[in-house]
């Protein structure tokens, strides 16, 4: 079975309208041909029609950065699956800003995780252990805390769908990645423990990415160990020159 190498890029809270078609103009610019690898682009909720625009004609897709579990409600300020059905394929749930900033608890990823595949929409369900869990050597235990919490709402089969990102909070932003190495590990044991709960299955067709201070320098690396299904990146995504660059590196490594 040949895995093709996903590459999302989260833009976290830029882009101010108009800017996002601008940069997705001038990435689809600075691209040569992507035939292999996919590539998805996580604006902001408020950019997602206009970049829907730009990516048309394209085999750039789109996903959002966040969602809620019900489909419609009084839930001031959130958006429902069913809003973004259509407009989007993926969606980041968990990651480790929401949970540190917004009090984002395992059992709201999980829920996110279920609406999403219940939607047709792919979770891209963030794992990542913090400095302090890795200076005390508690970084397995905390991911695959994270883990088995964040897909305890999933059937077997719906797992098999789904997207996992290995994100150490100590490497988001910081210019600190984890070794491609070390990445590869975590990933192994991910995919062990998804095997250990959904079957062999499930272990083998879920993708597992890896995401913390990705550049364009570092990210080929990654690429030499076959676990790691692809890339997620923050701050060098909405950087063209980067971007490209880092999706050109996946697409010289497919098979
Ligand atoms: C992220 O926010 O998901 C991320 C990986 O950020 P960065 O690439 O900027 O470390």
Known sequence: MTKHKLIVGNWKMHGIIP????????LKKELGEVKKTE?????????????????????????????FWE????FTGEISPLML????????????????????TDKMV??????????????????GDSLQDFAEGFSKVTILSQLQ??????????VKKIVIAYEPIWAIGTGKNCTPNKAAEVIKDIKHTIGEMFGKEASDKIRVLY?????????????EFPEVDGLLVGGASVDHHEFSKIIMGAEKHEK
């Open 149 to 158: 919490a964040g897909v305890n709402l999933l059937t077997s089969d719906e």
């Open 110 to 127: 999980a829920k996110k995780a279920a609406a999403c595949v219940r939607h047709e929409l792919t979770p891209i369900l963030c794992v």
């Open 211 to 223: 995401g913390g201070s990705v550049k364009a320098k570092n990210s080929n690396d990654y690429f």
């Open 85 to 104: 059905k259509g407009l989007c394929k993926y969606v980041i749930v968990g990651h480790s800003e929401r949970r540190i900033y917004l009090g984002e």
């Open 19 to 26: 800017e996002a078609s601008i940069m997705i103009e001038k």
């Open 71 to 74: 489909e419609e409600g009084a």
């Open 39 to 67: 590539v998805v682009i996580c604006p902001p909720f408020v950019d997602l029609m206009s970049a829907d625009e730009s990516v048309k004609g394209t085999n750039l897709k789109l996903g959002a950065q966040n969602i």
